[in-house]
């Protein structure tokens, strides 16, 4: 198939805690795979060499140079693209600080985000000289995939993957434009996503070779779509014409048949 509409970009974010009350934090700084509309969540864990407070928040914040825009901040806002979006993983009691981004946008591109566990914000605090931008996690928002060749009149397939991070509500993939069996597969990948596989299998004819497959990813809150032209490669002859002028006027053509071959739209 011939891909259309490819779509990838990353995210990076950027996961740095600066502690005055806490000691140790422990960062699961690997990379993760999510998909545009889906969610994804960072990992984050934090721990006390004294006793814990019972008010201790935490909180996100966006990197940047100047200014401490809040991503995640319990009850106030925050800035307008992540409004709504964001929330927190586990118990702050059982020292859990992850955050769950959800409904993935390419504004996010590129966007690094921070920690900062404590009981007041981090404005309350003299920053100046901290830098906050120590060690990443970065994330691969995935595309969708179609891939497959079929031969005419022999039973072929077609599938459409995606990769994800959302085991809260993983994405409903179909792959349409042509009558078949489809079959989905979900599997979990070693770096903790997951791959969803939609598998066409269908006996193509002629009249399918060019037509428009569309694979969909549906999710609670939109979906969104990819699209690639299905070639189907065909038994065909080689004929070869020798054509002979005579000095009489003559014309002869000798017709040659070679053994059959497979033809696709990418050999012509």
């Excluded at 981090?122 to 920053?127: C, D, E, P, V």
């Excluded at 009558?179 to 599997?187: A, H, L, S, V, W």
């Excluded at 037509?211 to 080689?238: D, M, N, P, W, Y």
């Excluded at 053509?253 to 059959?260: A, E, I, K, V, W």
């Amino acid at each position: 198939c011939k891909k259309q509409n490819k779509k990838r970009f990353s995210i990076f974010f950027v996961v740095y805690c600066t502690f005055f009350a806490c000691s140790v934090v422990t960062m699961d700084l690997i990379t993760i795979t999510g998909l545009k509309g889906s969610c994804l969540i960072i990992p984050c864990k934090f721990s006390y060499k004294n006793s814990q407070p019972n008010d201790l928040q935490v909180m996100w914040y966006l990197y940047q140079i100047n200014g401490f825009p809040a991503v995640f901040k319990q009850g106030e806002n925050v800035i307008s693209k992540f409004d709504g979006r964001t929330s927190l993983i586990g118990s702050v009691v059982e020292q859990n600080c992850s955050l769950k981004i959800e409904r993935l946008e390419m504004s996010h591109n590129h966007d690094r985000l921070y920690p900062w566990i404590d009981k007041n914000a981090i404005t309350s605090y003299h920053t100046v000289g901290h830098s906050f931008y120590d060690g990443s996690t970065e994330l691969i928002v995935s595309e969708l995939n179609i891939i497959g060749t079929p031969r005419v009149g022999e039973q072929g397939t077609v599938s459409c993957s995606v990769r994800h991070a959302c085991i809260f509500a993983p994405p409903t993939v179909t792959l349409n434009g042509i009558p078949g069996k489809d079959r989905i597969t979900d599997t979990l990948t070693p770096n903790n996503t997951y791959t969803i596989v939609s598998n066409l299998t269908f006996i193509p004819s002629l009249s399918d070779d060019g037509k428009l497959l569309t694979c969909t990813a549906q999710f609670i809150s939109g979906e969104f779509s990819t699209s690639a032209t299905l070639t189907v490669k065909r038994e065909f002859l080689h004929v070869a014409l020798l054509i002979k002028y005579s000095k009489t006027n003559q014309l002869t053509m000798l017709c040659f048949q070679n053994r059959r071959s497979i033809w696709s739209r990418f050999s012509r």
